[in-house]
Nanobody, 120 residues
Framework: QVQLVESGGGLVQAGGSLRLSCTAS????????MGWYRQAPGKQRELVAA???????DYGDSVKGRFTISRDNAKHTVYLQMNSLKPEDTAVYYC??????????????WGQGTQVTVSS
């Protein structure tokens, strides 16, 4: 099995910054894709930023130029640096990864989510 653990959410004023972290653990052979999604109350879950299995880096339109995704492959960790935060960025942020394990196939795995609240 594999597991994703997120950290770094919280309350911040508009214009501020936060950095989220997500670390994968378990019987990892390779992480094919990894990234961040978010879901605000009453809305569908949407892409924030992700490293895709084809090698691209994708960003949601609403965060381009403000958020940056990065990774540390040795630590199986991705980060999301969020700058110039807006109240509309308020949501639960979820980490997602497609992970190939040593002997159990490929898992599409979600973290438990971390709340980000931006006050106006």
């Amino acid at each position: 099995q594999v597991q994703l653990v997120e950290s770094g959410g919280g309350l911040v004023q508009a214009g501020g910054s936060l950095r989220l972290s997500c670390t994968a653990s378990g019987s990892i052979f390779n992480i094919n894709a990894m990234g961040w999604y978010r879901q605000a109350p009453g809305k569908q879950r949407e892409l924030v930023a992700a490293f895709t299995s084809s090698g691209r880096t994708d960003y949601g339109d609403s965060v381009k130029g403000r958020f940056t995704i990065s990774r540390d492959n040795a630590k199986h960790t991705v980060y999301l640096q969020m700058n110039s935060l807006k109240p509309e960025d308020t949501a639960v942020y979820y980490c997602n990864a497609e992970i190939a394990t040593m002997a159990e196939g490929v898992y599409d795995t979600w973290g438990q989510g971390t709340q980000v609240t931006v006050s106006s």
